[in-house]
């Protein structure tokens, strides 16, 4: 299952698949939230499992909207990802990426591109 969360004031987004193509559980996302205190609006999404809750930061905290859902059964925070994970992902697939090139620029210069010279390395 694939958890998601962010977060930013007035605005959180998670991503539950409990209401992916489930136009029933996405009712009972959106009655629950709509029932609680300082919540503005919610928008679900049975495509992607998507939840957009808008919701006065004054009233309610987004940890209380997360703990309500959790409760319930619709999220799972110990299994949700957030935006910070995935920038470190592509920053460390990225650096791979470059780390790699840099060691084959180093390598074709250091045996001048000779395959005789690469064979020669490999074995």
């Known amino acids: 299952m694939s958890y998601y969360v962010h977060n930013v004031p007035g605005r959180l987004r998670v991503k539950t698949p409990h209401a ?3 136009p029933a559980t996405a009712a009972e996302i959106t009655n629950l939230l709509e029932s609680m205190v300082g919540i503005d609006s919610t928008a679900v999404n049975t495509l992607t499992g998507s939840v957009v809750i808008n919701y ?14 959790q409760r319930q059964g619709y999220f799972d925070m110990t299994e949700a990802r957030t935006s910070e994970h995935y920038f470190d992902e592509a920053v460390s697939r990225a650096g791979g990426v470059i780390g790699k090139a840099i060691i084959g620029i180093a390598l074709d210069k ?14």
């Open 20 to 22: 992916k193509k489930n």
């Open 110 to 123: 250091m045996f001048e591109g000779s395959a005789l010279s690469l064979l020669t390395v490999l074995i």
């Open 56 to 69: 006065d930061s004054a009233a309610v905290k987004s940890d209380d909207i997360l703990a309500l859902l």
